[in-house]
C-alpha cells in the first residue's frame, strides 16, 4: 500500500526511469533512426551520395499554428535557484501549447511549469524532443548537411579522418602536419587525433549564439560545424568577450558611484568602504546579465 502511494507521488519521468527500460518512440521515429543508422554503416552516404535520407529533420519543433504566440516561460524553482528562459506556444484562448507537436498541454502542471517536461502534452513528446536536441544526435544531423567541413577554414575533417585511420601513427603525424597545421600546431588535440582517429577529435557542433548568450536551447539553425582547431579559437575569443564585459561593467559602475558620491556628499566614505560596496555590486553584475540563459528572470 505504502509503495503504491509513493509510486503514485513519482513524477511520471521518475516512474520511467525506475522502470530501467528503453523508452519506446513512436513506430514511425523509431524507423527513421534505423533508417539513418543504416545510412551511416554501409557508407552509401559517405561514399557516393546516393542514400541521402529523405526528410533532414532540420526543425525540432513543429511549426506554430496560426493563431498562436511564442511566449517566453520560466519553471518555477526552488528558492535562490537560477532561473532557465524557455520559449513555448501559447494559444490565443491563452492555453500552453506542448514544445514539440504545438497540441494544447493538459498536465496540471501545464501553465505553471515546474518541470522542463511540463512543457510537453506527453512523455513521449518530451523524450522525443529531448533526443532531438541532444548533441548526439544534432552532430549527425549536421553531418547531413555540412558533411565534417569546418564553416571557418574549411578543412574537410571527415577526409582527414577517413584518410589517416588506415596510416601508422607516425604517417598520421606527417599527413596531419601537412593538412592541417593548426591542429597540428596544438598539442593535445594533435596527439588525441593522431591516436584515435574519429570525428569527434576533428570537429565539434559549435553553438553560433553561445550558450551563455541565450543559445543555450539547441536546435540545429543555431549549429555549424568547425575543426577542433577554430572551435579552440572561437572558445577562446568568447571567454576573452565575457571578461571586457565584465570589466567593461565594473568601470562603468565605478563612474556612476563616484559621481554619486561627488553629489551627495562628504568625504566620509572611506576608500575601503567605497571598494567593498564596489565589489558586492560587480558581484551583482556578473549573475544578472540581460539576455544570458542564467541570468535571474526577477532580480
Ligand atoms: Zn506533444
Ligand atoms: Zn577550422
Aim: proline content about 5%; hydrophobic content about 30%; some cysteine.
Amino acid at each position: 500500500m505504502e509503495f503504491a502511494n509513493e509510486w503514485k507521488n513519482l513524477r511520471p519521468i521518475e516512474r520511467r526511469k525506475l522502470l530501467g527500460k528503453p523508452l519506446q518512440l513512436p513506430l514511425a521515429v523509431e524507423l527513421c533512426y534505423l533508417s539513418e543508422s543504416n545510412n551511416h554503416n554501409n557508407k552509401g552516404l559517405l561514399n557516393g551520395g546516393s542514400k541521402r535520407r529523405m526528410t533532414p529533420l532540420v526543425e525540432v519543433c513543429h511549426p506554430l499554428p496560426s493563431d498562436a504566440v511564442w511566449k517566453k516561460v520560466y519553471l518555477r524553482s526552488g528558492l535562490g535557484k537560477k532561473e532557465k528562459e524557455y520559449t513555448q506556444g501559447w494559444s490565443v484562448s491563452d492555453e500552453p501549447l506542448c514544445k514539440l507537436c504545438q497540441k494544447q498541454c493538459m498536465g496540471k502542471n501545464a501553465k505553471a511549469p515546474e518541470f522542463f517536461e511540463d512543457l510537453f502534452c506527453s512523455l513521449t513528446c518530451y523524450e522525443e524532443y529531448r533526443m532531438r536536441t541532444s548533441n548526439r544526435f544534432l552532430r549527425q544531423e549536421l553531418f547531413q548537411i555540412e558533411h565534417g567541413v569546418c564553416t571557418n577554414c574549411l578543412l574537410d575533417c571527415h577526409k582527414l579522418v577517413e584518410h589517416i585511420k588506415p596510416l601508422s601513427l607516425e604517417r598520421r603525424r606527417e599527413y596531419i602536419e601537412k593538412v592541417a597545421p593548426k591542429v597540428a600546431k596544438r598539442k593535445k588535440m594533435f596527439e588525441k587525433l593522431v591516436n584515435d582517429p574519429t570525428e569527434g577529435h576533428a570537429w565539434h557542433a559549435d553553438h553560433i549564439i553561445p550558450v551563455y548568450q541565450g543559445g543555450g536551447e539547441c536546435k540545429l539553425e543555431n549549429m555549424r560545424t568547425l575543426c577542433v582547431a577554430c572551435h579552440y579559437d572561437v572558445t577562446k575569443a568568447q571567454c576573452n568577450e565575457r571578461r571586457k564585459e565584465r570589466t567593461n561593467a565594473k568601470k562603468h559602475l565605478k563612474l556612476v558611484m563616484n559621481n554619486l558620491k561627488n553629489g551627495l556628499t562628504s568625504t566620509t566614505v572611506s576608500n575601503a568602504k567605497e571598494h567593498e560596496a564596489l565589489e558586492v555590486e560587480g558581484d551583482k553584475l556578473l549573475i544578472n546579465v540581460p539576455g544570458s540563459a542564467y541570468s535571474l528572470a526577477d532580480p
